[in-house]
């Protein structure tokens, strides 16, 4: 299972265990929203997240954002029972947390096939630790369910005992890893957090510099930077244009038994085109989704 294209620009945590927050999920701009079951939940409050998620994605109204479980590893009280509820939920993936083998995939699955888990349900894996990023390639091929790959570089520069640095140059090896695996397998690839709120600055640095590493978007913590996150993730209309003109333009040059076309000077062939199209067509995709939140 390839990665379905749609826009990932914005994907927001919300703590499964705050009612409000899964309520208020429904009216904000997010592309797509991961519904969490380890991390922002406490030991105490895990059972009563995981029926108030599966209740909130049964009860509907998320509109056309891409809806994804996080749950807890099956190495924990709770991991078995999260994967088997949310199989049937009705969400579109489940993301399993600090992937490090084939075969921790290939457990999920297992458990998601015997719960009643419908066959366009994908598999997530989140990539959070140093084991995970040296068998990148191995996890993306784990299961025909495989939908995309999930930076986790908090834990990650945990592990690496590196520095966050503005540039996050400590953990560059790390990200073009997964991003190698994720595009050699066509798997979506979103990109890790930035933990300072107050700084807007280094927030849209992080996500220009994920973006032209190549990832799809980023995970968000806080609803106040989904619209920077949608904004920088999204082809411009500059772009937009560029490509809608070049694919015109090498489109009549293939009618008349051509290979490429110059356009304002710029050499074009079908590798740029294939591009554009890209480009285009996730933009398209965008106007869908905001029409359908009503943006």
């Not at 009280?77 to 084939?102: M, R, T």
């Not at 106040?224 to 996150?229: E, G, L, M, P, S």
């Not at 772009?239 to 710029?266: F, L, M, N, R």
């Amino acid at each position: 299972m390839a990665a379905t294209a749609r826009p990932r620009r914005s994907v927001l945590y919300m703590p499964g265990s705050n009612a409000r927050a899964l309520e208020k999920a429904r009216g904000l701009a997010a592309d797509g929203l991961i519904l969490d079951l380890e991390d922002a939940v406490s030991p105490d409050a895990k059972d009563v997240a995981r029926q108030q998620v599966c209740d909130a994605v049964k009860a509907g109204g998320y509109g056309g954002r891409e809806l994804l479980v996080r749950v807890n590893g099956l190495g924990t009280p709770w991991g078995y029972a999260d994967v088997a509820a949310a199989a049937s939920c009705g969400a579109h993936g489940i993301l399993i947390p600090k992937v490090e083998s084939a075969d921790m995939v290939r457990q999920v699955e297992a458990i998601m096939q015997a719960n009643g888990a419908p066959a366009d349900m994908a598999i997530w894996c989140m990539m959070e630790t140093p084991k995970g990023m040296l068998r990148a390639e191995e996890i993306a091929l784990a299961s025909p369910r495989m939908g995309g790959f999930v930076m986790g570089t908090s834990d990650l520069a945990k592990d690496l005992h590196c520095a966050h640095t503005a540039m996050r140059l400590p953990m560059i090896t790390s990200l073009g890893l997964c991003l190698l695996a994720a595009r050699a397998y066509g798997l979506a690839a979103i990109d890790g957090v930035y933990l300072d709120l107050n700084d807007d600055a280094g927030f849209e640095a992080h996500c220009l510099q994920g973006l032209e590493l190549g990832f799809d978007g980023k995970t968000l913590i806080h609803p106040k930077t989904i619209d920077v996150a949608n904004r920088l993730f999204a082809p411009s209309e500059k772009d937009v244009s560029w490509s809608q003109t070049i694919i015109a333009a090498h489109a009549a040059a293939a009618a008349e038994g051509k290979g490429v076309v110059v356009v304002d000077g710029k050499l074009i062939e079908n590798l740029h085109v294939e591009n554009a199209k890209r480009l285009v067509a996730l933009a398209e995709q965008i106007a869908q989704l905001e029409a359908a939140l009503g943006k």
